[in-house]
T-cell receptor, first 114, second 116 residues
Framework: DGGITQSPKYLFRKEGQNVTLSCEQN?????MYWYRQDPGQGLRLIYY???????QKGDIAEGYSVSREKKESFPLTVTSAQKNPTAFYLC?????????????FGAGSRLTVL | AQSVTQLGSHVSVSEGALVLLRCNYS??????LFWYVQYPNQGLQLLLK??????LVKGINGFEAEFKKSETSFHLTKPSAHMSDAAEYFC??????????????FGTGTQLKVEL
């Protein structure tokens, strides 16, 4: 079955450490997105990519980095510069760029900073 | 700039009662509108979407939403709530700007509780 796989599901990090969240899709979608979810704040866009080797900052990119070396992969690194990294992270993808297209989401990764 | 406002962060209904979750949007262009549902510790799933073909949109699990341009609203309804409907619901808007990443803007969510 086609879909988006995020790993790990749960991740614990000590302050000052970088961590990388994996996102892989086998839907052959062009665009991929990373959202951060905090209680009561909805989803906020961190980074997105429309094509391999290109990506754009979203609304809250500070303290995060991404790469898009392959169409199916869009890993997110949470760096030590992110002041409040504890959150639920969601990866999503979309076929094409029409406004009517639908985002397909992964199951998410929950990061906790100890 | 586009935005979405969901009125009521928590809504509680009795099983069998009407479900009404409110969403108002702001967009400088004709919008595309979406409702997604999220169960605990999972990703979001699409319930329905509005793309200007019809103002009353039917989705999965008996949900529907009506686009009202004059009220800039896209409220989600279901005639009879079921226990399995308990989840968090998100309204989202896209301005469909190609080349701009086609970014969706999400509301802050409404947690639906269904009581016996």
């Amino acid at each position: 079955d086609g879909g988006i796989t995020q790993s790990p599901k749960y991740l614990f990090r000590k302050e000052g450490q970088n961590v990388t969240l994996s996102c892989e899709q086998n839907l052959n979608h062009d665009a991929m997105y990373w959202y951060r979810q905090d209680p009561g704040q909805g989803l906020r866009l961190i980074y997105y990519s429309q094509i391999v080797n290109d990506f754009q900052k979203g609304d809250i990119a500070e303290g995060y980095s991404v790469s898009r070396e392959k169409k199916e992969s869009f890993p997110l690194t949470v760096t030590s510069a992110q002041k409040n990294p504890t959150a639920f992270y969601l990866c999503a993808s979309m076929a094409g760029f029409s406004g009517a297209n639908v985002l397909t989401f992964g199951a998410g990764s929950r990061l906790t900073v100890l | 700039a586009q935005s979405v406002t969901q009125l009521g962060s928590h809504v509680s209904v009795s099983e069998g009662a009407l479900v009404l979750l409110r969403c108002n949007y702001s967009s400088s262009v004709p919008p595309y509108l979406f409702w997604y549902v999220q169960y605990p510790n999972q990703g979001l799933q699409l319930l329905l979407k509005y793309t200007s073909a019809a103002t009353l949109v039917k989705g999965i699990n008996g949900f529907e939403a009506e686009f009202k341009k004059s009220e800039t609203s896209f409220h989600l309804t279901k005639p009879s709530a079921h226990m399995s409907d308990a989840a968090e619901y998100f309204c989202a808007v896209s301005d469909g700007v190609t080349g701009g990443g086609n970014k969706l803007t999400f509301g802050t969510g409404t947690q639906l509780k269904v009581e016996l």
